[in-house]
């Protein structure tokens, strides 16, 4: 079955940065894009990047731009989000996503907070 496992949340300082890892298992995963989302308290879960397949293709929400950067390693199954520079408003409960057969796979999420 498909699982996702998200990792590498956390207790960050504005301006600081955190590593976002996504081990995915159960398809393969080469043949499929990948996207991470986040969601905060009483809001809608949003869009924060995606990658193509092969990594060659890549998306940022507009908030996120020049900030974080979306990665997979297709050898080891792993999807990453490095985020520099982070700010009190990327608070929020990170998710790797993904599409199989028209399926939504959703992680269970891994909280970044960050505050001084």
């Known amino acids: 079955q498909v699982q ?10 504005p301006g600081g940065s955190l590593r976002l890892s996504c081990a995915a298992s159960g398809f393969t995963f080469s043949t499929y894009a990948m996207n991470w989302y ?22 940022y929400a507009d908030s996120v731009k020049g900030r ?16 520099n520079n982070l700010k009190p408003e990327d608070t929020a409960v990170y998710y790797c996503k993904t599409s199989v057969s028209w399926v939504s ?12």
């Not at 905060?40 to 060659?56: F, H, P, Q, Y």
């Not at 959703?106 to 960050?114: A, N, P």
């Open 38 to 59: 986040r969601q905060t308290l009483g809001k809608e879960r949003e869009l924060v990047a995606g990658i193509s397949s092969g990594g060659v293709f890549t998306n």
């Open 105 to 116: 796979y959703w992680g269970q999420g891994t909280r970044v907070t960050v505050s001084s």
């Open 68 to 83: 974080f950067t979306i990665s997979r390693d297709n050898a080891k199954n792993m999807v990453y989000l490095q985020m």
């Open 4 to 13: 996702l496992v998200e990792s590498g949340g956390g207790l960050v300082q």
